[in-house]
């Protein structure tokens, strides 16, 4: 009887440590990155360097924000990198000094990424047609035109008000940190975010599709609309995430954003969001950014170089792909 008991009680201590790691295994990991690092280099606990790899991956993890609801809702968006070059370089167009008042330029990206986002998700909705074969022929689309626009040069001679966007900082005086507006732009996007997918029924229908699209079409969701939505948010906020990168570097680059959109993925499926939808947390999301983040930054300290980076990045992505198809399979 006794050995029943104590078997009874390891099953369950197992089960609660299987749950917690489930539940908390994200935070975790990225606890213990942080505490790797700074042994690893004394540079890294530095607030400076925090606030410097907060800074870098604003447009990322804005970027990876507005991915989680595509990839909710069992989709992928492969043009976010296009999307923020294109926003980028017609935002620039407009802040020139003098010309229009910041709030144009601004509002000039996010449309232009409102724009694309309703393109993408008309096809993807009523069209039915897979979303990556869509967004890889907006990838095209995109590029071309932000080269078109720009007439293939950068857009240069922004007008400051535009470029405190990206580089300004708020408070700190004299010779003391200040606090990046790029920052409080990542962290106001996501409590909104966070906001709309738990505490509204918008949010639940997001899920809803994810777990199951006949499902939730017989309970009365409009699937369509839902799905034209995500497109329209995901791009929106890469076109603000490319008004924020054309201020960062003071030019509206047609080139840029290469790569940007596996970066967002791979922040995605690192926070533990399916790619078969349905399941995942936008705070999972910011905390697969800060994980590839601190990653880049503590290679960067310890003078690794950046080709190892890649391949390490690769790594993590592949990882955390097979432990969501291990979970699935324990379901």
């Known amino acids: ?22 539940k ?9 990155l942080i505490v790797v690092l700074s042994i690893a280099t004394p540079n890294f606990l530095q607030i400076k360097n925090f606030l410097n790899v907060f800074r870098q991956i604003s447009i990322s993890a804005i970027l990876a924000i507005g991915a989680t ?15 923020v070059a294109i926003t980028g370089v017609s935002a620039a167009m407009f802040a020139h000094p003098g010309e229009y008042p910041t709030v144009v330029p601004v509002l000039v990206g996010i449309g232009v990424g ?17 979303s990556f074969i869509v967004t890889l022929g907006v990838t095209t689309i995109a590029r071309g035109g932000a080269l078109l626009i720009a007439d293939g040069r950068p857009v240069s001679n922004l007008d400051p008000s535009f470029n405190w966007i990206g580089n300004g900082e708020i408070g700190g005086a004299e010779g003391q940190i200040g606090f990046p507006v790029m920052i409080l732009i990542m962290l106001a996007v996501f409590l909104v975010v966070w906001f709309v997918l738990n505490k509204t029924k918008y949010g639940r229908y997001v899920y809803a599709i ?14 369509d609309r839902v799905k034209m939505s995500v497109y329209v948010i995901c791009s929106g906020l890469a076109g603000l995430a490319g ?14 954003g290469v790569g940007y959109e596996l970066d967002a993925i791979a922040a995605v499926v690192i926070g533990g969001t399916s790619l078969s939808g349905g399941v995942g947390t936008v705070v999972g999301t910011l905390i697969g950014a800060l994980i590839i983040g601190f990653i880049n930054n503590g290679l960067d300290l310890l003078n ?7 391949i390490i990045k690769g790594l993590i992505i592949i990882g955390a792909v097979l432990l969501d198809v291990k979970t699935k399979q324990k379901r």
């Open 1 to 22: 009887m006794f050995r029943n008991l104590d078997a009874k009680s390891n099953m369950l201590k197992r089960n609660d440590a299987k749950s917690l790691l489930s």
């Open 24 to 32: 908390y295994g994200i935070l975790i990991a990225l606890v213990v």
């Open 69 to 83: 609801f595509v990839v909710l809702t069992g989709g992928i968006d492969l043009s976010l990198g296009a999307v």
């Open 114 to 130: 409102v724009l694309f986002g309703l393109f993408i998700g008309v096809i993807v909705a009523k069209a039915n047609v897979a």
């Open 210 to 223: 994810g777990g199951n699209e006949e499902a939730a079409y017989a309970s009365g969701v409009k699937v």
């Open 243 to 256: 008004v924020m990168q054309a201020a960062r570097i003071e030019v509206g680059q047609p080139s840029i």
């Open 304 to 310: 690794v170089s950046s080709y190892y980076q890649q």
